[in-house]
């Protein structure tokens, strides 16, 4: 595998497990710890403070408590995600962080996922940050994805014919340079 190929799967990882894999430590054991002190707040502390006890169903009780558990300890790993998924996508950490703490009820996550911009490459010519689903620099015009000569859509470097036009692929006579994605 070409440093190339390499570095592009680590900035751009792919599927569920690799946007998980972007949850820094720290998150992840925040979410844990803050997930513990709700429960404790929740399940030790209130119930200390009531003068009455509570005309809730224990399951119901329990639903609401650890309802509330994982709601604080899923939002420390969103803030978790978006220190380490902004950045790759050329937006402010610190804007988005604020953003998030700020705006409550979790709206301000939720308007991070609506407004995100797309996430960004490196070209291998020029390293101008580009968006990745692009086949050109559009700084220097060197190729930095396969496609197809016909029809222009992805195609990949091991596909004979393209999937959308049936378009030959070897006839496009592919510069040399995109032999090194095939590393």
Not at 29 to 56: D, Q
Not at 117 to 141: G, K, N, W
Request: glycine content about 8%; aromatic content about 12%.
């Amino acid at each position: 595998m070409s440093k190339d190929v390499r570095q592009r799967a680590e900035l751009h990882p792919e599927g569920f497990s690799g946007e998980f894999s972007l949850i820094p430590l720290w998150s992840l054991v925040g979410g844990i710890v803050v997930f513990g002190l709700m429960e404790y707040l929740m399940w030790v502390v209130v119930p200390a403070h009531r003068h009455h006890p509570p005309n809730l169903p224990f399951w119901f009780r329990f639903y609401i408590d650890l309802s509330f558990g994982l709601l604080a300890g899923l939002y420390v790993l969103m803030m978790g995600y978006i220190t380490r998924d902004s950045p790759r996508r050329g937006m402010s950490v610190p804007l988005w962080v604020v953003v998030c703490v700020v705006i409550p009820s979790g709206i301000g996550a939720v308007l991070y996922f609506l407004l995100r911009l797309p996430v960004l490459s490196v070209c291998p010519a020029c390293s101008a940050r580009i968006e990745s689903d692009y086949h050109f620099c559009p700084q220097c015009a060197y190729q930095v994805s396969p496609c197809c000569g016909n029809c222009h859509r992805n195609a990949r470097l091991t596909d004979l014919y393209c999937v959308y036009c049936g378009h030959h692929l070897a006839a496009d006579n592919p510069p040399a340079r995109l032999h090194a994605f095939a590393e």
